[in-house]
């Protein structure tokens, strides 16, 4: 398993701007692929936001194009999620999710344990 630990969630106004992070604390020999993932109450199931391939590919729920950008530092081993004009449906709990390859395992998928987005007046 991966060790990922998400930061930067938070209370945001509508409209306002979170910036969330993921720190890999294993080292990652090679990405599959990364991405952020959200909960939206207890018992619901995740839904994939956004995305990025080893090879810099990003895909986008619908209800977040034009508005969240993800990103990778490969040398920080981190995964970012910038969350512009936010809204109250953004809300959610918010899982980092990786499927790498490390030094022990050539297929391995991860999760964080979450990070919580609150968006509210």
């Known amino acids: 398993q991966v060790q990922l630990v998400e930061s930067g969630g938070g209370l945001a106004q509508p409209g306002g701007s979170l910036r969330l992070s993921c720190a890999a604390l294993?080292?990652?020999?090679?990405?599959?692929?990364?991405g952020w993932w959200r909960a939206q109450g207890p018992g619901m199931q995740r839904e994939m936001i956004a995305t990025i391939s080893g090879s810099g590919i990003r895909k986008y729920a619908d209800s977040v194009k034009g508005r969240f950008t993800i990103s990778r530092d490969s040398a920080k081993n981190e995964l970012y999620l910038q969350m512009d004009n936010l809204k109250p449906e953004d809300m959610g709990v918010y899982y980092c999710?990786?499927?790498?390859?490390?030094?022990?395992?050539?297929?391995?998928?991860?999760w964080g344990q979450g990070t919580r987005v609150t968006v509210s007046p």
């Open positions: 999710n990786a499927e790498v390859m490390t030094d022990w395992e050539l297929s391995v998928n991860s």
């Open positions: 294993t080292r990652i020999v090679k990405v599959y692929e990364m």
